[in-house]
């Protein structure tokens, strides 16, 4: 067996241990990264570390390990070695992307394997999400949780991240080679896989999630022709259709609607506000060194943090109204309390390399454009989000964005399975990644 055919077994692995074995997960990434580092060590084949995003990431990364060194005289690294230790291991997901993007997945075939991986998570949830909708428990007898969001595939709340996120790098390919026959019928299914999407996203009735496919549905309006009507009339629809959520789905309408409401309308005082206003408050306090690598949740409990931004008119924050967490719920605000304001322009400058390399070529090309659309929902500022740097939902963009690199912006479309014109060649992208 070739290193390359074992690096991409691993990789088809990885997306099933992301939904249910983290350790899986590792152990899959971690094989990747090595024998991709070893096929480049072999080869002298560096290219890939000379990519924009590669080299933003790696400062970044740079300056969290900084931020995260226990040297007391400068106020480095208060969180001591573990935070170190933990800033040091975020490098193998940079190296993870790059490996799927410039040798894993470099022919068509591979592609169409990962996508297919991919495809096959993106369908279990929803299929364990209407399954739990109708039959009030999904195959592990796990109810819908106590907030009215169904929790699909999981014990908790999981599903309706991964589920946007995957939406349209999952169904874009499907529906564009489905408009692309003739006759009425495979117009009428391509249709129905992207409302059965969004139905999805509405009954699983988590906020940010649905706000997030709403934003790749704009995206894909303004940036693939042959659908855009269809897409502007899927989304008046979804606007139409979340009066009557209420009749089909009570919770989750009140979820994604009622709640929004109550904290939008005191959001300061909300469990966000305050958690926002506490990282702000954190920020201000160490606006250069930061705290290092998961640095509020070791210290946004201490008093010192309590005052608010009476700036802004925001009064002092409280521990009981939820402003600590183990994460501040915002990629970017963990950026600049885990690396510095430094670590949080570099933090952005990486996220703007991957649009700019996933959005080449992305007009007529259904997959990119999924993926381009699944790394913008993560690098997207107005958000609430994870822990950046924790599986499952780390691993869920750097595998969107290994994918996304590693497709070609000229030929026939991917993947080929799915287009009968389109043949499978063992060819190398256009570019590497």
């Known amino acids: 067996m070739t290193m390359q055919r074992a690096a991409l077994i691993a990789a088809l692995i990885l997306p099933f241990g992301l939904l249910y074995a983290r350790a899986g997960a590792e152990l899959a990434m971690g094989a990747v990264d090595i024998l991709f580092l070893v096929h480049a060590a072999r080869t002298g084949d560096w290219r890939w570390a000379r990519q924009p995003w590669f080299v933003f990431g790696c400062l970044w990364w740079i300056a969290v390990m900084i931020c995260s060194t226990p040297i007391p005289a400068l106020g480095l690294g208060p969180g ?31 592609r169409t394997r990962f ?5 096959a998570c993106e369908a279990w949830i929803l299929l364990q999400s209407w399954q739990q909708e109708i039959f009030g428990v999904n195959i592990f007898g796990d109810h819908r949780w106590g907030d009215g969001a169904l929790t699909g595939p999981f014990w908790a709340p999981r599903a309706g991240p991964p589920f946007s996120h995957l939406l349209f790098l999952t169904a874009l390919p499907v529906i564009a080679a489905l408009i692309a026959r003739r006759g009425t019928a495979p117009k009428l299914a391509a249709a129905a896989v992207g409302g059965l999407g969004f139905a999805t996203t509405l009954v699983i009735g988590q ?8 934003l790749g549905l704009a995206v894909t309006a303004l940036a693939f022709r042959p659908i855009r009507l269809p897409a502007i009339g899927l989304g008046v629809l979804i606007v139409l259709a979340i009066p009557a959520l ?24 909300s469990p966000y506000g305050e958690l926002y206003t506490r990282a702000t408050v954190m920020i201000e306090h160490a606006p250069l060194r930061g705290y290092g ?13 309590d005052r608010g931004l009476p700036a802004l008119g925001i009064g ?3 521990l009981k109204r939820g402003a600590c967490n183990i994460h501040p719920h915002n990629f970017y605000l963990q950026a600049a309390l885990d690396g510095g304001l430094i670590g ?12 700019l390399a996933l959005g080449r070529g992305i007009m ?24 950046f740097a924790v599986l499952p939902m780390a691993g869920w963009l750097f595998v969107m964005l290994g994918l996304g690199l590693a497709l070609p912006r000229s030929g026939p479309p991917e993947p080929a399975c799915l287009y009968p014109e389109a043949t499978i060649r063992p060819t190398t992208t256009g570019s590497p990644a």
């Not at 993007?101 to 068509?108: F, Q």
């Not at 996508?115 to 495809?119: E, I």
């Not at 906020?207 to 709403?214: E, K, S």
């Not at 949080?344 to 649009?355: K, R, S």
Request: glycine letters at 4%.
């Open 293 to 305: 690598f998961n640095g509020f949740r070791d210290f946004c409990p201490e008093p010192r943090f």
């Open 115 to 119: 996508w297919l991986a991919l495809a």
């Open 364 to 387: 007529r090309r259904p997959m990119a454009l999924g993926a381009f659309i699944g790394v913008l929902t993560y690098a997207w500022p107005l958000a609430s989000t994870d822990n």
């Open 316 to 318: 002092p924050t409280s």
């Open 207 to 214: 906020r940010m999630p649905f706000a997030l496919a709403l």
């Open 80 to 110: 001591g070695w573990k935070s170190f230790t933990q800033a040091l291991v975020l490098i193998r997901l940079l190296v993870l992307a790059a490996a799927l993007g410039h040798w894993v997945l470099d022919t068509p075939a591979a």
């Open 246 to 269: 209420k009749l089909v789905s009570p919770p989750s309408f009140d979820k994604l609607v009622l709640e929004t409401g109550r904290q939008v309308s005191h959001f300061a005082k």
């Open 344 to 355: 949080l322009v570099l933090f952005a400058a990486m996220n703007a390399a991957w649009l």
